[in-house]
């Protein structure tokens, strides 16, 4: 598990954010989005044997400041966290936090005018994610595809940034952005 650089993330049809993450062709990870909470909480599980795998909670309540700290359930090992940036409404940038909490990437909208559109004109404008390190370098990209449920691809380009940090924190942000 996140020995590639290519994922694809597929939302299944359901009540909530649910999602199913590939790598390949194999399934390695399932999530559900917990809903009626106070700080937010998704679980990431093995989807053959529904063991916990992730852990991720919102360290506020409020949304708009919160980190979302990614736990790996196995060893209690800190991978990370994602933060959005306050001041990004009109094009949605988010931190990944190392385990340090020191920024190792961002995680930014395209463009502009295209996210303007997906927000008032409608969400079927399928979203697109530049990965970003701190000196500007890319470091990889998630794009969307057109469908009626989120399906879109991640890849990482060389080892800046831990997989398991981007896949999980781009799956968080696109729940938390309800994409």
Do not use: W
Not at 29 to 45: G, I, P, W, Y
Not at 54 to 59: E, P
Not at 152 to 157: A, N, P, V
Request: proline share 4%; no cysteine; charged share 30%.
């Amino acid at each position: 598990m996140f020995e590639s650089r290519s994922y694809e993330v597929r939302q299944k049809l359901a009540i909530g954010n649910k999602y199913r993450i590939y790598e390949g062709d194999t399934p390695i990870l399932e999530s559900a989005q917990k809903k009626l909470r106070l700080k937010e909480d998704f679980r990431f599980t093995d989807p053959e044997t529904g063991e916990e795998r992730f852990r991720v909670k919102a360290d506020s309540v409020l949304d708009i400041t919160a980190a979302y700290d990614i736990v790996d359930a196995q060893t209690g090992e800190r991978v990370g966290a994602v933060k959005r940036e306050a001041i990004s409404f009109f094009k949605h940038t988010y931190s990944l936090l190392g385990p340090d909490g020191d920024v190792v990437a961002t995680l930014t909208e395209d463009s502009v005018p295209l996210a303007i559109a997906r927000r008032f004109l409608t969400t079927l404008i399928p979203f697109s994610y530049e990965i970003r390190t701190p000196d500007g370098r890319s470091a990889g990209e998630a794009k969307g595809a057109f469908s009626l449920r989120d399906k879109y691809s991640i890849t990482l380009h060389g080892d800046e940034v831990d997989p398991r940090l981007a896949v999980v924190g781009t799956v968080v942000a696109d729940a938390i952005e309800e994409n």
